[in-house]
C-alpha cells in the first residue's frame, strides 16, 4: 500500500495497514481482551491473565499498557491496540500507537511525546494517515448528501 506520509523511511516500506490481529514491518495490531474475560480454548484463568497475554506485544510501550489497564471500559469491553513503526536496521523506530474499540473507532492515540519518546514532525504525518486507515475515520463522509453530487 502506497503510503505518502513525507516520512520517507516509513514510505518506502511495503506497508500494509490492516485492522485487527496483525504483525508486519510497520505496525503490530491485536485484538486485547476484557479484564473479565477468564475462558480461552477450554482453560480458565485469573481475571486479568488473558489481557495482560494480549498487552505483552506493547511491552515497550508502557503508557498503552497502562492506559488498557486502567481504563474501566476494559473490565468488560474488548478494544483493539496497534503500535506503528518502521525498522531502522535492527532499531524499532516507534511513530506511535492507537487503541480503538472493536467497531474501529479511535479511543486514544498515542503520539511520541505521550509514549515518553523526543518529537518528530514526520512522525505525526505518519499516525494520521494510519489513524485514517485503522480507525472508522475511513468509513466517514462528513460532507452533507445533497453536496456530494
Known sequence: MDIASGNTAFDRKRVVAMTGNIISDTMYGTFIRPRQEVECNGFVSAPGHLQAFDLKGFSALRPVRDFV?????????????????????????????????KEHQLLRQFDRRDLGLPYRRTSDAVMSAMRFRLTDECLMDRTPVWQRH
Open 69 to 101: 489497564e486502567r481504563d474501566v471500559r476494559f473490565e468488560t469491553t474488548t478494544c483493539i491496540g496497534y503500535a506503528i513503526f518502521h525498522w531502522d536496521g535492527v532499531h524499532r523506530i516507534y511513530h506511535g500507537a492507537l487503541v480503538t474499540d
